[in-house]
């Protein structure tokens, strides 16, 4: 079998003549958080981080998955799928396989070893890796010829029914859709896209990562997502037109709850003055309006913590410390919330002494270690070798 790509290592002793090698990668969204489940825009990209899976199709029923950063095994067959209720990461990968069986595509036994590089908990979506990655190698196996929007809706159904985190399609169509250097401007409605080149030149995106992960994240994510709902619902009595947060207005929301120190009134203003800043942003990207784009970034981290309240300390902290730096154009929390990284626009030449400093200070401030990456947008979900 000739393996085109670098793989990691720890992977190559599982692979047989007639295995399949998939990756996927991990996303970054530069702005637009938490307006996916509100049928608004988001603008991700696939990053140079990805989740390996090496499929080896087996003569029986049974399906044994290996997780190589885990050190665990776990096994099921392809009739009963049954689920993991001892550790989460099988689920990832059989709430996948079910959903081929679901479309009525007769599952064959298979191995299947993971391994990932894009980091856990920092916010920069492991999970929809893990997930497009399966289905990828499945679908190649199974020969089901199916089509990538349709691989993303099942990864993402894989999450919200099997495993349980009722997350919207920002992540699995970033980690399936992303291209080099582009960023993906998803309509949320109708999952329209466009890709806008971005090259940054002498600037870079800094992911800063907190290195915590606060207990509250898929409680709180559920929460907001009902607590958008709600505000929907009280819009709607006034205007029964309004089908999510982007069809509704700051007008509308004013006339619809009166009291503006409300949770739902806040929550439903951040979405659609978010909704609204994305449009804005791509504007800036156009016209090559680097420095607009990051003001933006500053305001939406503002809405997270003050008005969406999924932020934390320790991100709100990373803002706040390069706030005043002028080579860093923007910076905010990225992803749920709750902990994991900011993401910052950084010119290239300040990134280290910036770490440095950071590191210090963190540590200093929070006994905690500090964690950075450059995100460097990249190819989104594909085959390695089959
Ligand atoms: C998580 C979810 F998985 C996404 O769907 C999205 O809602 C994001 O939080 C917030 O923008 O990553």
Redesign the pocket.
């Known amino acids: 079998m000739e393996i085109a790509e670098k793989i990691p290592s720890n992977l190559q002793s599982y692979i047989k003549e007639n295995s399949i090698i998939s990756a996927s990668p991990g996303r970054i969204?530069l702005i637009?958080?938490?307006?996916?489940?509100n049928n608004g825009f988001?603008l991700p990209a696939a990053i140079d981080k990805y989740a390996y899976i090496v499929l080896t199709p087996r003569e029986d029923n049974k399906i044994i998955l290996n997780s190589l950063d885990f050190n665990d095994s776990y096994s099921t067959d392809t009739d009963t799928l049954k689920k993991c209720d001892t550790t989460l990461w099988p689920n990832y990968l059989l709430g996948v396989a079910k959903e081929f069986k679901d479309r009525y595509i007769t599952l064959k036994g298979f191995e299947a070893t993971l391994t990932g590089r894009v980091p856990a908990g920092s916010?920069l979506?492991s999970s929809?890796a893990i997930e497009c990655a399966m289905a990828f190698a499945l679908n190649d196996y199974l020969q089901a010829n199916i089509e990538r929007i349709e691989l993303t809706k099942m990864s993402q159904s894989a999450?919200n029914n099997f495993v349980g985190?009722n997350?919207?399609?920002?992540?699995q169509f970033a980690s399936m859709f992303g291209e080099n250097d582009s960023l993906i401007q998803l309509d949320c409605r109708d999952l329209s896209y466009k890709y806008i080149p971005f090259k940054l030149d002498h600037y870079s995106v800094l992911l800063l990562d907190t290195n915590v992960k606060h207990s509250l994240a898929s409680s709180e994510?559920n929460t907001r997502r009902k607590e958008c709902e709600e505000g929907v619902a009280k819009i709607k009595t006034n205007y029964p037109e309004v089908e999510s947060l982007r069809d509704a207005t700051m007008e509308m929301l004013n006339n619809s709850i009166e009291d503006n120190t409300s949770a739902v009134y806040r929550r439903c203003k951040y979405v659609i003055g978010e909704i609204q800043r994305l449009q804005d942003a791509c504007e800036d990207l156009m016209h090559d309006n680097l420095k607009a784009f990051g003001e933006k970034m500053f305001i939406t981290h503002e809405g997270l913590s003050k008005d969406y309240e999924v932020s934390c300390e320790e991100l709100d902290y990373f803002v706040e410390f390069v706030k005043n730096n002028p080579d860093v154009l923007g910076a905010r929390m990225m992803?749920?919330?709750f902990g994991g990284c900011t993401i910052n626009i950084v010119e290239n030449k300040a990134i280290q002494s910036l770490v440095d400093s950071l590191t210090k200070a963190y540590h200093e401030k929070y006994g905690k270690e500090l964690k950075y990456y450059i995100a460097n947008i990249s190819q989104g979900a594909h085959i390695i070798a089959d």
Request: charged content about 20%; overall charge negative; proline content about 0%.
């Open positions: 969204n637009g958080e938490h307006t996916d489940y988001v916010g979506s929809a999450e985190m997350c919207g399609i920002m992540d994510y992803g749920g919330g």
